[in-house]
């Protein structure tokens, strides 16, 4: 199974509104609902961001959202801020049973 | 308050074995998915592997990556899960993290994170 696509490097200056992009296939994205987001600051465990292609756990800004066209999912992060600077990373579950995540994006706030 | 608390890390030589232990407090644990995520040095996360509930059957699934080498386990009466890693190579260098997966949020999301414990296979 291979990784899910995301972009290397986003940025973006306070204030605005960044996406990142998850592209997968019809065996993964594509085919279930079942894509989740999550956001890694350095040297912590990643916090789960969004669940379910679009839904916010409790506690999680609405400035994050989510959402799925075909094989491609996306955050996107609006109101950017110097906190949300870190790692993010898309999974899917997979046609096999499995979970596959995305390489991971570093997001910059200029 | 919901806790995951890795153990087991350490240095280990190429071929070799290790076993992690996930502890975990605060919440229904027999009733939980469970799954270990690792991450090498510097680099992304990667599913590693999952076992089902006993009432889902129990079973488990494996990252072709380790199929054949790692074996997850769970103990519900010591609210523990367990990564028996065998075959030990220098691509298994990481952090090993264990999370929750769907216990609060949907199925297939990892919603509870232990800290992580660091695994380094080298000679």
């Known amino acids: 199974q291979s990784a899910l696509t995301q972009p290397a490097s986003v940025s973006g200056s306070p204030g605005q509104s960044i996406t990142i992009s998850c592209t997968g296939t019809s065996s993964d994205v594509g085919g279930y609902n079942y894509v989740s987001w999550y956001q890694q600051h350095p040297g912590k465990a990643p916090k789960l961001m969004i669940y379910?292609?679009?839904n916010r756990p409790s506690g999680v800004s609405n400035r994050f959202s989510g959402s799925k066209s075909g094989n491609t999912a996306s955050l996107t992060i609006s109101g950017l801020q110097a906190e949300d600077e870190a790692d993010y990373y898309c999974t899917s579950y997979t046609f096999s049973g499995r979970v596959v995540f995305g390489g991971g994006t570093d997001v910059t706030v200029l | 308050e919901v806790q995951l608390v890795e153990s087991g890390g350490g240095l280990v030589k190429p071929g070799g074995s290790l076993r992690l232990s996930c502890a975990a407090s605060?919440?229904?644990?027999?009733?939980?998915?469970m799954s270990w995520v690792r991450q090498a040095p510097g680099k992304g996360l990667e599913w590693v592997g999952r076992?089902?509930?006993?009432?889902?059957?129990?079973?488990?699934d494996y990252a072709a990556a380790v199929t054949g080498r790692f074996t997850i386990s769970r103990d519900d009466s010591k609210n523990t899960l367990y990564l028996q890693m065998n075959s030990l190579e220098t691509e298994d260098t990481g952090v090993y993290f264990c999370?929750?997966?769907?216990?609060?949020?949907?199925?297939?999301?990892?919603?509870?994170w232990g800290q992580g414990t660091m695994v380094t296979v080298s000679a």
């Open positions: 379910a292609v679009s």
């Open positions: 076992i089902k509930r006993k009432t889902d059957g129990g079973t488990t």
């Open positions: 605060g919440l229904t644990f027999s009733d939980a998915w």
């Open positions: 999370a929750t997966e769907g216990h609060s949020y949907g199925h297939h999301s990892f919603d509870i």
